[in-house]
């Protein structure tokens, strides 16, 4: 059981570390950003960012294995679900005119360097 404690704590390192990374790409890319990890009832959202009143909810896959499937294949439909519920309630909490957009950071840790890919409107795409 300690090694498993050992490999969460590397992997939410990791996690963490790809959102700061995820962050600083779509701030570099001119997003304001709002929110990160952003909690609604069960529903957590990863960055709330906005650009030209398109509010994007994103989604930070990080992952340090180049054999784990594509990112977009492990957001499962209850969990788009929960993303969709969360952001209709933050649109309406804060009273926003937007149109929303649903995003995927997908972040590759190579031993010295990150690789990033961002998929828009990653849930109509499947």
């Known amino acids: 059981s300690h090694f498993y404690v050992t490999v969460m704590a590397q992997h939410n390192k990791l996690g963490k570390e790809g959102e700061q990374k995820a962050v600083a790409y779509l701030e570099e890319q001119g997003y304001h950003i709002l929110e990160t990890n952003w909690y609604y009832q069960k529903a957590e ?9 398109i509010l994007a909810a994103v989604e930070v896959k ?6 784990f499937g594509l990112p977009h294949e492990f957001v499962k439909p209850q969990k788009i679900k929960l993303l969709t519920q969360a952001i209709d309630a933050y649109v309406v909490r804060q009273n926003l005119d937007v149109s929303v957009r649903f995003d995927i ?3 590759y840790k190579k031993p010295n360097e990150f690789i990033i890919e961002h998929l828009e409107d990653a849930f109509f795409h499947f």
């Open 45 to 53: 959202v990863d960055i709330i960012a906005m650009k030209d009143s």
């Open 105 to 107: 950071i997908s972040i």
């Open 62 to 67: 990080t992952r340090s294995s180049v054999d």
